[in-house]
């Protein structure tokens, strides 16, 4: 059974940094695209930013370029998204996704697998 797990959200400042981390347990993670999505409350869920299985190729939307990161290490097994200038509009519930297609563009097909999410709070 595969699952998907998210940590590293938390609380910080305007112009601060975090680090999320996802893990997926019973899932052949180095033949997955990986990503991050978020919802904000009140907004729909949008794609953030995903890789494709072997890293070559990366997508992040647009109010997010330059900040954020995403990295994979396949030999870990653990995907990451290093969130550097944050502002209060990042606040949201994050969450990792596995699986769909990246490409330069963006998602072409939606992931398949799904973690329950970690929240990123940005105070002003």
């Known amino acids: 059974q595969v699952q998907v797990v998210e940590s590293g959200g938390g609380l910080v400042q305007a112009g601060g940094s975090l680090r999320l981390s996802c893990t997926a347990p019973?899932?052949?993670?180095?033949?997955?695209?990986m990503g991050w999505f978020r919802q904000a409350p009140g907004k729909e869920r949008e794609g953030v930013s995903c890789?494709?299985?072997?890293?070559?190729?990366?997508y992040y939307t647009n109010s997010v370029k330059g900040r954020f990161t995403i990295s994979r290490d396949n030999a870990k097994s653990t995907l990451y998204l290093q969130m550097n200038g944050l502002k209060p509009e990042d606040t949201a519930m994050y969450y990792c996704?596995?699986?769909?297609?990246?490409?330069?563009?963006?998602?072409?097909?939606?992931?398949?697998?799904w973690g329950q999410g970690t929240q990123a709070s940005v105070s002003s």
């Open positions: 019973g899932l052949s993670f180095q033949h997955y695209p």
């Open positions: 890789i494709s299985w072997s890293g070559s190729k990366t």
């Open positions: 996704a596995a699986g769909g297609a990246c490409a330069l563009g963006g998602w072409v097909s939606m992931p398949n697998y």
